[in-house]
């Protein structure tokens, strides 16, 4: 997590030009699943770890969470959350996620959208959010899935007419570093198996509340013709557990 790509002006630019950078979390196609899994935020304490533009943080508060603290170690994207989801209540702090620490039983929520891919170690950060959240808090992320990370390159098999053929699927059991291209950029992420996610909240305690591998939405199939693929191997793994 601590290559930070997101501070590079270029890389940055492309980003701002996706669809959930520029529509929030209604141009996120998980977003309509994920919605699904949150807890009430009414008086909550709130910690979302790896916070870019500040989203999740917004709809905690408008939920009404009674502060949130969100994460993240990219300058440019905190201060795209401060320019346009700052709300009362909100704090930005710049940090890498491996660097971050808080006392026990400080949350009762904590949220981390497509980040932890980005984590050489997700055994730690667990230890370390499972210590962080009270008795009963709940912990919900998204993380880029397993099918997806698995052969590194992400990116279609095409054919002579360059149509997708298929997504590969390889060294999917042999976990790790990943040297992908993201918005034209060399990335560094790591993969990890659907056990070895499940396994280390199960080790550390954590009760599994529901585990979703979620399609775009019937309205993003209508607008948007490319999300047809989408229908066609598992991009994101949503899990929410409970302490």
């Known amino acids: 997590m601590k290559e930070n790509k997101y501070d590079n002006s270029s890389f940055f630019e ?3 030009k996706m669809l959930r950078s520029q529509k929030g979390l209604e141009g996120a196609g ?3 699943a994920l919605k699904k899994m949150l807890p009430d935020f009414t008086g909550k304490e709130v910690l979302d770890l790896g916070c870019g533009f500040g989203w999740h943080c917004r709809y905690a508060i408008e939920s009404g ?3 949130v603290i969100g994460v993240d170690l990219s300058e440019k994207m905190l201060e795209k959350a401060t320019e346009i989801n ?4 909100i704090e930005y702090i710049r940090k890498a996620l491996e660097d971050v620490d808080y006392p026990s039983g400080k949350f009762d929520i904590i949220l981390s959208s497509l980040t932890f891919h980005y984590i050489e170690s997700f055994d730690v950060m667990v230890q370390n959010i499972y210590q962080w959240l009270k008795p009963k808090g709940h912990f919900v992320f998204s993380v880029e899935h397993p099918v997806f990370t698995a052969q590194g390159r992400q990116d279609w098999i095409y054919g002579a007419n360059e149509e997708k053929l298929y997504w590969p699927v390889d060294r999917y ?3 790790g570093k990943r ?3 993201f918005l034209g950029e060399n990335v560094i992420k790591y993969h990890r198996t659907l056990t070895t996610y499940l396994n280390s909240l199960l080790k550390q305690g954590f009760k599994i509340n529901e585990i979703t591998e979620p399609e775009p939405s019937t309205e993003m199939l209508n607008e948007f013709s490319e999300m047809k693929d989408e229908l066609r191997r598992p991009m994101m793994l949503l899990i929410s557990v409970e302490k």
């Not at 700052?86 to 209540?89: A, F």
């Open 30 to 32: 998980e977003w309509h």
């Open 14 to 16: 492309q980003y701002e």
């Open 86 to 89: 700052n709300l009362e209540g």
């Open 173 to 175: 059991f042999i976990e």
């Open 65 to 67: 969470a009674k502060s």
């Open 179 to 181: 040297d992908t291209s």
